[in-house]
């Protein structure tokens, strides 16, 4: 089975189950859909996977998707989870928000095991239009030690922009960039998931990162996404 593709219509059905007030402000949604196959039972070894992810506001590669997805799973499962930033009626409260970025934290125990990065997902709904995008399935591998954290990075979602009929910019899918952001990340990490703090930490390899859909900074900065990868800027 592969990662579970929450439907928005789902969504707001708990929104519309949910009180008055809360509909009039938005849904609250968690950045993590973890999975019960990777979640260690209490007493068994257990690693943390933990890290940031958000979106772009401002600038020419902005995110308007509603919802932004990367999916991990245990390497040779059929079984996936999902990391997410959702923005808008479902939006999920962000720890921080910068001049041109907003994202959350997240820390999430996992059995210990070779995971990887698998597929990257985008939906957006503007009230006419309607559209989810989804990768091809990729492979960017990491390991989860017992009693280790590894700080997989921030992973940053930014728009892609394509043309309606009528020649307006309209979201058209998205790609991420990954960045070493520890000295931001890790204080909100520890804060929040004081279990984190005790165990050593890890970073993931950034270099590894490479396009067409995971940037690393290093590639993003310098190249510019300039084999077009993100599209036409509004």
Known sequence: MNSRFVSPYSLLLACLLSTNALLLQGCTINAVLPQEAFTPEPGAPAGYLVGSIGVQTEGEYVSRNDFSYIDYRQIGSEDGATLRFAQGMFRTEPDYETEQTKGVVFALPLTPGEY???RIRFYYNNGSVEKTHVSDEFSIPFEIRPDEVLYLGELLSYGAWGKNI???AVADGGFFVLRDQRTRDLPLIESRHSEVAGPPMRA???????????FSGEAFDAETVADGTAGDPP
């Open 116 to 118: 990887e990065l698998y």
């Open 166 to 168: 009528f020649g307006i």
């Open 204 to 214: 993931a390899d950034f270099a590894a990162y490479a396009p067409p859909l995971i």
